[in-house]
């Protein structure tokens, strides 16, 4: 197992959790502007994105890991530059948004359980990334 991408959540925005409630997850770096950061997750990264995931890897937040089943194509490119993604929990196979990456279904209270400050939230390759003999 590979970790692409690692942060801390710093905040829980007031209405997050309404969204939760429809099974969507948006992460925000610090430093957001207050409209976004109400309803986002606020995070300090602390491992740059490498490698994008792909279906069949993993979000771990805190001890727990869900697997991801679709990611759209700019999702992994705004991570990397401005720290923001959507996570839907629906299980689809494909992404309905570019800038949207698809995890199993998830209960929303098992979530707000799991997102505190404090708490780590990483996505995790299934493959060991080895590097390029060839150069």
């Known amino acids: 197992m590979t970790t692409l991408y690692s942060t801390t959540i710093s905040a829980v925005g007031e209405e997050a959790g309404d969204l939760l409630d429809q099974g969507v997850l948006i992460l925000f770096a610090d430093g957001a502007p207050p409209e976004l950061a109400e309803v986002s997750v606020l995070h300090a990264v602390a491992q740059e994105a490498t490698l994008p ?17 679709a990611v759209g194509d700019t999702a992994w490119q705004k991570v990397a530059e401005m720290g923001h993604v959507v996570f839907s929990f629906n299980g689809a196979d494909s992404a309905e948004r570019p800038g949207e990456i698809c995890i199993e279904p998830v209960p929303a209270d098992r979530l707000r359980a799991l997102l505190r400050p404090g708490a780590t939230l990483a996505v995790i390759g299934r493959h060991e990334i080895h590097p390029n003999p060839g150069g």
Do not use: K, N, V, W
């Open 53 to 69: 995931p792909t279906h069949g890897d993993a979000l771990r937040i805190g001890e727990e890991s869900f697997r991801i089943t």
